[in-house]
């Protein structure tokens, strides 16, 4: 089993800046990619950024540069910074990794999400 912990959420205005984490535990020497996922009301939810344990990195095409995403050395935080940030960023946003027999489908644990407020 692996839990994820997400933190760093919160209100910013349009053009800001937030750093949200990810603390992994439990099986993780298992993970093979680590990912940021993001719901938006009404929305379904979509892939944000993920990093592989090699450290291949994906993006969202729309987000034009403005996130990044990370990992601490051990590989058991996973960060996201998100800069300039813009009322349509607004959306709960939640960590989810896959195992290497993932599928990878879908993540295969999720965290319960952080909310992220943009306003105008």
């Known amino acids: 089993q692996v839990q994820l912990v997400e933190s760093g959420g919160g209100l910013v205005q349009s053009g800001g800046s937030l750093r949200l984490s990810c603390a992994i535990s439990?099986?993780?020497?298992?993970?093979?990619?680590r990912g940021w996922y993001r719901q938006a009301p009404g929305k379904e939810r979509e892939l944000v950024a993920s990093?592989?344990?090699?450290?291949?990195?994906t993006y969202l095409d729309s987000l034009g540069g403005r996130f990044t995403i990370s990992t601490d050395n051990t590989k058991d935080t996973v960060y996201l910074q998100m800069n300039n940030l813009r009322p349509e960023d607004t959306a709960i946003y939640y960590c989810?990794?896959?195992?290497?027999?993932?599928?990878?489908?879908?993540?295969?644990?999720w965290g319960q999400g952080t909310q992220v407020t943009v306003s105008p």
């Open positions: 989810g990794v896959n195992s290497y027999g993932s599928t990878f489908r879908n993540p295969d644990y």
């Open positions: 439990g099986r993780t020497f298992d993970i093979y990619l």
């Open positions: 990093i592989t344990t090699d450290d291949r990195r």
